[in-house]
Each structure stands twice: as C-alpha cells, then as structure tokens.
C-alpha cells in the first residue's frame, strides 16, 4: 500500500488534531471530518410527512450509516433563492461535495445555477428532465417508475371495490400526476372494465383541507376504494379510514394510519439511487446524468398488502408484480383512448418505461372520470 | 416633550437601545430553550452567528432573504401612515410578478435596458392597482381594508394561478407550470461585486425616497395628518381620498416590485414559486420597524439574518425548520412587547431645568 507516515508527520496530525479537540468546545461542531464525502439533503417540505419528503428522508437516514459519508439535512425549503443560498451554504460552510435537491422546483433555475458557479460540486436531482447538451454534466436527475406501483395499486383496489367506483385526489395536472392516475385505473380495468375513478385536483401539493373535503366529497358520491397524489398523502388515508374504506398509499408506507382499510402503497425506493450516486462520487467516477428504474431495479416498491385485500387480489397483482420484475410488463400500449374518446396510443404500439413521450403525458385514459 | 439637539439624541439612543435590549433578551429566552432541549446554548448562538453575519457568505445570504422583504414590507408601512392596516402585499406581489412575465415575455426581444424598465412598470403598476383597489372599497364603500386586502390577496392568487396554468402557459413547461420564459438577455442581474440581486438595490432605494416622502414634504406631511385624524384632515381642506389612495398605490409598487425581481432576477419565468410567503413576512418586518420605512431595512436584514442562521441549526444540530420559527417569535413578541417600555425609562428622560 502507501508507505508508511514518518514519525514526525503522525506528531504533527496529533498535535493538529490535540489542538482541533481542544478548540472544539468552544467551536461550533464541524459538520464532517475532512476525509468524508459530505452529502447535502434538501426537502421542500417537513421530514416527516408521511409521503414525498419522508421518503427520501428515508433513504438520507440510510446514508448516515455508509462508512465515510456524512449527511447534513435541511427541510422546508422554498423553491426561491432561498434553495440557492441553502446549496451554497451546505457548499460553503459544511463542505458538501454530492447535493440531493429533492423538489421538482429545485431544477430550473436554481441547481442549474448552483451547479454552474460550483463545477466541482455534484448536484443529483430528483424528478427532473435532465437533458444532455443542455444541461451540465455535474447535474443530473433521478426518478422512478412509479406508476408499475399505482397499476398494482389499481388491481388491488379494482378486486376490492364493491361500487366499482375509486377516488383519485390529485395535487396537479401535470405528465408526472396524470401518468399514476392512468396507471391506477387502467390496472383497476384490467379486472373490471367497468370501473371508473374520479378524480379530483386540489390545485397544489400541500393543502390538507381541501383532501379531506375532496375525500369526504369523493365518498359521499359512492367511492369505496380512495388513493392520491398529493405531498403528504396522511390526511386522505386518515379520512378513508375514519369513513370505513379502504385506500392505496403514495409516497411513503401509510398502514400505520390505516390499519383497516390499508390495502397496499406505491412507495419510493431512493436508497438505491443514492448509493449510486454516493458510491460514483467517492470512487471519482462520472455522475449518471440521466437515472431511471421501477420496481425491477429497486426505484420503487409496493407496500406489503393489508389485511383487506383478498385472495384473488393478492394472486392477481402478484403474477404481474413478477413480470413486472422481470421487465417484461408494459403498461401503456395500444389501442388506448382518452376519456374523451380520442385514441392516444395506436394499436400496435407499446411503449416501454423508458419512452419519452410518456414523461409528457397530458391525457386522462378511458374510465377517468375528470378533466385535465 | 424632548427638544433641543440632546432631547433628540436621547430619543434616538432610547429608539435604538430598547430594541436591541427587546433582542438580547429573546436570545437568552432562546438559549434557555435550547438548553432545555439538551443543546448548548453557547454553541446555538455561535452557529446563528456563523449562518448569518460570520463571513462574505453568510452575509451575501442574508441580505438575499431580506431583499424581498424589504419591499413587501412597504406595502405595510405606506399605507399604514394613511391609518390603513393593509396586509394583502402577497396578492400585489404575485400579480406584479405575473404582469412582468408577460410584458416581458411580449417585449423580447427589444433593447434589454428598455425591456426591463417596462417590467418594472408594468409590475409596480399591477401591485398599485391591487392595493388601490383594497384602499378605494375603505375610502368610498366603508369596507374593512384589512379583510379586504387579505381577502383580494387569495384573489390574485387565485387569477395567478388560473392564468400561469392555463391560457398563459407555456407548453414546454410540463411538471412545473410557467409562463413563457423571459429570456436571459431581459434577466436583472446581480449588484456589483455581490452574489445578492437588485432586489436589495431597488428595496434600499424605495425605502430611502419613501422615508424623505413621508418625513420630509409636503405630501408626507399630509399623509401623517390623514393618518391622525381623517376627519380633522378633512375638515383642513385635505383631499383625503386623494392621499390615501396615492399611499396604496406606492405600497402596492413596491410589493409588485418584489414579484418583478423574483420574475427577473431570480426565476425567468412567473410560476407558483412566486407564492413564497413574502408578502406575510412583510406584514411582521413592518411592524417591527413600526410603520418607519427606514427601519424596514435593518428589521429585514434580521429576519433575513434568523432565516439564514436557521439551515445552520438545521444541519448542524439536527433541529427541525421549527427552531427558527421559535426564535422569531420569542424575539419579535419581545420586541412588540417592549413597546410598553418606552418614555419609562430615566436614563433616556430629558433633565429637567
């Protein structure tokens, strides 16, 4: 290995790190020794909400324990300058060289900013449209397919709803929004062509009175199975079991707020785009750019099914779980209509995860009953 | 009354040491409370420092969060010295901010000197509007200005939003609606030698000739005089709708301002970041400063200061975002309360002779 430190040059590093220990009481305390890779977290929201930012604090809190990493957090970040300054700051002060900023927001302009005045720095986006030639090579985005959950979401929910009516309570019309409400029904579909979901837009990511009038409203109008997209999915899960039915999670693992009426949940997996990131970033080799997965490389995860879901359920949405695993199954093919009745994918055309155009979606497919 | 050159100092000095004691308070008040979430206070104060004032950085960080604040606030303050508690500055802001994506979006193009101007103009003239529209309902139809603005406030958002997600959105906006980017060569950049935007140049300004309008014309003196007594205003002769409309529409440029800065430079385009909050912070940054938009600047370079010094608790400490929201109001109930305190006590009383 290396040749061996001479005597004089340990006396030194103690007597540096002697003095360093002596000082540290009247310091304030350093965020990291100089030989770890410190990594910047950065959530919109509360830690602990139950859904977006809780799981990627999730995967953060499993960081902590990787040998030579150091995690330093900040939550409820606007998507201002004040972003801008709190990346530098991690930058400046605490010595981050790998920055997760976890909102969509983040991306345009403030990282691209960021990253510009800092080159050395690498930025990994979550959600974001990173595209080679326009953006620089130390960003990047993650994300994960997450509508494979919210399809399996959808045949759980379409075995076990009686009314054949479902509720979807959604933050924006947005392709990323619209693509798990389309993954959600068609699943459901897929076990009865008769189901519908209603859907109803709440207008931003984190307004908790208006989902729990849109889930109080949604099963009024007969709705006995309810999912969402929303920032903290707690309040509608909370509503649907006080109202005595069942619901999909989002996010993060809700059963904990649902013991009835938890069917099972859609949830992110960012462990595994982390330690990719953080594993390229110590061993100095370039960034992914561009990383995308599902359920078959470990993005995302579905959660362990509730007491309420019955047999056929389980079986059904287990055998397109496997192929799902397997990278076999593909959920938006032709012919596919609009609710509107205009076909959007022609017969014969299958499009893979991967396919751009699915990052653009703007339609609501047959069975959504809604406007965009 | 004070009088005389050291009456006048003593009021200064009383005006200046009962804030700062109201502060210096609160951070003991703090640091108790930290102690008793088992931190030391020593070590809080220090990172505080550090997140704050400690270097370049940490100052550049500061006078960012406060540059908006500063103008938001004066959408208090002005017509506060009409005797209006205006508090809908966040509606003025993101209209202002709308009015300038799209003006600046129509005018690319053209000389870039010429495009930002008119983006100011057409953002401090939205802002104008929409505060004159919450001063006219209290000046000609007796409704509340206070409800009224909060209410048109949820208003503007509302148009805002309608309008960035639907008939002005651009199309290449997917999972964050926008209006159509302004363009870089129509971007305000930063002031010299600083990593901070105009923004802070424009708030110190504004504030600086809105202070000599109200101290020292004419107008201003009016203006005070409607703020006392509008009937004895009127019963002079003053043309007291007049002076309070024209008090709105200064207070809703300078929020409107704020929604042009955070369009031109900051975002580039007019989307639902806009809807920060600053509008509310204003509210709080005004009060402190007790309506005098001279003081504006240095309450906001504190808020400013808590706000920044807040991310270090956070990674340093692992606190929640909370702490700091405890630490503002533990300072600014004190320094409210402080107010009590004022002309009682002796070393700041003027001698008898």
Known sequence: MSDPIGRREVLKRLGVAGALGALAPYGPRSAQAADKLVVGVIYVGPRDDYGYNQAQAQAAAAMKKLPGVSVVEQEKVPETTDVQKTMGSMIEQDGATLLFPTSYGYFDPHMLKMAEKYPKVRFAHCGGLWTDGKHPKNTGSYFGYIDECQYLNGIVAGHTSKSKKLGFIAAKPIPQVLRNINAFTLGARSVDSKITTLLVITGDWALPVKEAEAANSLVDQGVDVLTCHVDSPKVVVETAERRGISVCGYHANQSALAPKGYLTGAEWNWVTPYTIHIQDAIAGKPMVNFMRGGLKEGFVRASGYGKAVVEGARKNADTVKAQMLKGEYVIFKGPLRDNTGKTVIASGTAFKQTEPLLEQMNYLTEGVIGKV | ?353
């Open chain 2, 1 to 353: 009354m004070a009088s005389g050159p050291s009456g006048r100092l003593r009021q200064s000095a009383e005006a200046l040491a009962i804030p700062v004691g109201a502060l210096g308070a609160a951070m003991v008040v703090f640091g108790l409370v930290m102690a008793a979430l088992g931190r030391s206070p020593l070590e809080v104060y220090e990172l505080i420092y550090q997140g704050a004032f400690a270097s370049a950085f940490s100052w550049q960080n500061t006078l960012t969060r406060a540059a908006p604040l500063i103008l938001t606030a004066l959408c208090v303050a002005l017509p506060a010295q009409a005797g209006l508690m205006v508090i809908g500055g966040e509606g003025a802001l993101v209209l202002g901010g709308l009015a300038a994506a799209v003006v600046g979006h129509l005018l690319g193009g053209a000389p870039p000197l010429g495009v930002k101007l008119a983006m100011a103009l057409a953002g401090m003239l939205a802002g104008a509007v929409w505060i004159a529209l919450a001063g006219a309902l209290r000046q000609y139809r007796g409704v509340n200005e206070t409800i009224s603005s909060l209410l048109l406030g949820y208003i503007a958002i509302a148009v805002f939003n309608h309008l960035v997600e639907g008939p002005l959105r651009d199309p290449a906006s997917l999972n964050k609606p926008s209006t159509t980017p302004i363009g870089d060569a129509s971007m305000v950049g930063t002031l010299p030698g600083l990593d901070v935007h105009w923004g802070l140049g424009f708030g110190l300004v504004f504030c600086l000739v809105t202070y000599v309008l109200v101290k020292h014309t004419t107008y201003g003196f009016a203006l005070r005089i409607v703020g006392g007594n509008a009937r004895a205003a009127r019963l002079a002769g003053l043309p007291v709708g007049a002076i309070v409309l024209g008090a709105c529409v200064l207070g809703g440029a300078a929020a409107g301002l704020a929604g042009m800065v955070e369009v031109a430079a900051v975002h580039g385009s007019a989307n639902a970041s806009l809807i920060a909050g600053y509008g509310y912070a204003g509210i709080l940054v005004a009060f402190i400063a007790r309506q005098n938009p001279l003081a504006i600047v240095p309450v906001a370079v504190l808020v400013g200061g808590i706000s920044a010094s807040g991310g270090m608790l956070q990674r340093r400490l692992d606190l929640p975002d909370a702490t700091v929201l405890v630490l503002q109001g533990i300072a600014f109930m004190l320094i409210l309360a402080s107010e009590t305190v004022y002309g009682r006590l002796k070393i700041f009383r003027p001698e008898r002779a």
